[in-house]
């Protein structure tokens, strides 16, 4: 069974930087083809593709965000970290993480973690 | 970026009913192996979206066989030949072509 399942703060102060981590099971980020995705939801349902990192290590980012994300992974831990700096109010939101094999799709998806963003 | 768009935006169905949404693009999504980067996903109430259709047309394992995606290039749609009560929730397209992926704003179905 291949699951995801995000963790980390569910509130944090303006300025501050969130760390939130992808714990994974069920298949490998050293499997060629595969890719971990974050994607945040905002309370308005809009979807918005965060970062990606690949199973060669390679990452990728939102152009609006690139300056304040950086995305990593251990694949001893089975764990893809997302770090976002200098966090604002309207960073609230859902933030899912998701798995991508090649190209078929965002096929199993995180339940999601709340994040808000309030002094 | 790519920008997505999305029609309509809201979708009262009835069960039993055909339905249908469109999906465009600003940019051709069309790979030149031949293949649509286009996604589509559904996010029942309370839950996670959920892939339902991959590279435009190919339903995802498990999807029931009245989703199904057409089109290429920059138009695209999902049909649902007979829609059940169980597929009300927000539909999203999502384009994989070029980073970053970006999602179709959404069209919320209900009956």
């Known amino acids: 069974q291949i699951t995801l399942r995000e963790s980390g703060p569910a509130l944090v102060k303006p300025t501050q930087t969130l760390t939130l981590t992808c714990t994974f099971s069920g298949f490998s980020l050293t499997t060629p083809g595969m890719r971990v995705i974050w994607i945040r939801q905002t309370p308005g349902k809009a979807l918005e593709w965060l970062a990606r990192?690949?199973?060669?290590?390679?990452?990728f980012y939102s152009t609006s965000l690139k300056t304040r994300l950086t995305i990593s992974k251990d694949t001893s831990k089975n764990q893809v970290v997302l770090t976002m700096t200098n966090m604002d109010p309207v960073d609230s939101a859902t933030y899912f993480c998701?798995?991508?094999?090649?190209?078929?799709?965002?096929?199993?998806w995180g339940r999601g973690t709340v994040v808000t963003v309030s002094s | 970026d790519i920008v997505m768009t999305q029609s309509p935006l809201s979708l009262p169905v009835t069960p039993g009913e055909p339905a249908s949404i469109s999906c465009r693009s600003s940019q051709s999504l069309l790979h030149n192996i031949g293949y649509n980067y286009l996604d589509w996903y559904l996010q029942k109430p309370g839950q996670s979206p959920q892939l339902l259709i991959y590279f435009g047309s190919n339903r995802a394992s498990g999807v029931p066989d009245r989703f199904s995606g057409s089109g290429s290039g920059t138009d695209f749609t999902l049909n649902i030949s007979r829609v059940e009560a169980e597929d009300v929730g927000f539909y999203y397209c999502m384009q994989s072509l070029q980073i970053p992926f970006t999602f179709g704003p959404g069209t919320k179905v209900d009956i």
């Open positions: 990192i690949d199973w060669d290590d390679d990452k």
């Open positions: 998701a798995r991508m094999q090649s190209w078929w799709g965002l096929d199993v």
